[in-house]
């Protein structure tokens, strides 16, 4: 529910000990498939192969889900700290790689969509001349005056911006050059 705060561990020591597989007291195994990190939040796919059943437990098959994992830094001095989640929560974080929507049953059909409407828009096509309109920026819209790669330049009122794949997700509008 809440954060959990590691007062002496880094970031690379939160992320290795949220990857870990593990085993508990009644044998079930909890092993991570795949693991990325985009900005602060570890994606996972973990397998989780329960225990033997022992009476008065059936036997339960094994099964899998996405991981979401927000990272953070407690502060000064504070260490690093995480809050963990999963795909049925719904987490309002749409980065997660396409390929793990293949390797896990649904348990939320609209995070999905949203997962893959995200990434649809972050690799929309865009040419120089096309006018993006933006959501939740400063600038209300800005003009495609240099494209390299994925590397895009934007103006807007005489002031050039760069503009990174992530703000793409973000385009209400898209007006292409004539």
Known sequence: MGWTIS???????VLAKRIRSAT??????????????????????WEVIPGP?????????????????????????????????CESMGPYYYTCPLSYLDMVPVANA??????????????????VGDVLILEGFAIPQVRIVEKRGRRLTGEYQGRFYRVPPR???????QRKAV
Request: proline content about 7%; charged content about 30%; hydrophobic content about 35%.
């Open 110 to 127: 609209d995070w999905r969509g949203q997962v893959r409407a995200w990434h649809a828009a972050r690799n929309r096509k865009v040419d």
């Open 53 to 85: 059943p022992e009476p008065p437990r059936a036997y339960r098959p094994p099964y899998r889900y996405i991981g979401c994992d927000l990272l953070a830094p407690g502060g000064k001095k504070h260490g690093w700290g995480y809050k963990d989640l």
């Open 24 to 45: 508990q007291a009644d044998g079930t195994r909890w092993e991570c498939l795949r693991h990325a990190t985009v900005g602060n939040v570890l994606w996972t796919v």
């Open 7 to 13: 007062f002496d561990s880094s970031r690379s020591e």
């Open 167 to 173: 703000v793409l997700a973000r385009v209400i509008e």
